[in-house]
């Protein structure tokens, strides 16, 4: 699980050059924004941390245990495990041999962005790993923002609502696929608004402007397809043609600009989160989520409508 927040699951593998002679604790130091659990041993029914090889890489995966691992047996399993941010500090009886590879899986939670740093260390026995490589989380390589047209509120009642075009700017790590040969959709952009505001549709069908950052012309739109769903809170933006978003994984990333057409609230409100997910497929399960990014919203105010000159002095200084 590599989105930004979430609770994730880490399968860590080391070998001993000594071996230990008394009960000792291991230090797994994570990357900065990492966070282990008070107590990351967990219990029976709730387990942190798992040494057994039937569940290290997943429930009843013992038979595809890999042959380069020694089984841990449960007799050394470690027996506690206390999480202090970003360090796991395990308690492990003696019993572990040298120069054989063990494994163990440890829960945690992800940080909100890839940490500059993405390095993690394993200090046991007086023996400590180089830094090894951790893995990128999966959000917008620059800071997602929103800009609206106007900040002014709806008059609300009889009165037709202001449209307001609100231009989200993003550049994603993960790519945003076409639509493939073997179905109607590819993948999808998802857009999710404070309640209050609504998206401007028509039978919920909606309509946005894509681009490239600085384009003269967006995405066509016969390679989108735009919904909002019954809350007129959710974007969805299906890719239906051959083009692709591309994320900077792919070598190719780019920035775009997506204009998406809002009313806002009849009332003032506070600034809220707006947010952007994008997903390989566009059924949109979690499995295929892509990027997140949680965008800094805007304040909501009251309209200017009406607004006079004064002259108490009935000073004119023209012929009227």
Known sequence: EDRPGYTNNLVIEFELNTRPDVDMQMLLKAPLGFEFEDDCL?????????????SVFGENTGGDWPSDLTVWLDLYAPTACTGDGRDAIITIPVGLELQVRYAFRIRVQNPTASPDWNKWTVTYNDESSDPFAGFSIWTSVSTATVDPVTYSRNQGGTVDPIVNPVTIT??????????????DRGGCIRVEIPSGFQ???????????LRVTGASSSIASRHLECEVDSTLTKLNLYMVGS?????EESGSGQEYQLIVYVYNPTAPQSAADWYLYTYEVWTRESEYSLDESTMTGFAVINDL???TVSNPNSVQNGNV
């Open 42 to 54: 967990g219990t029976s029914a709730d387990p942190r941390l798992i040494t057994n090889y039937n």
């Open 170 to 183: 993003f550049q994603p790590y993960k790519s945003v696929p076409a639509k493939p040969d073997d179905d």
């Open 199 to 209: 998206f401007v549709h028509e039978n919920y069908a909606c309509e946005v402007d």
């Open 243 to 247: 083009v692709q978003i591309y994320g």
């Open 305 to 307: 409508w009406k607004f």
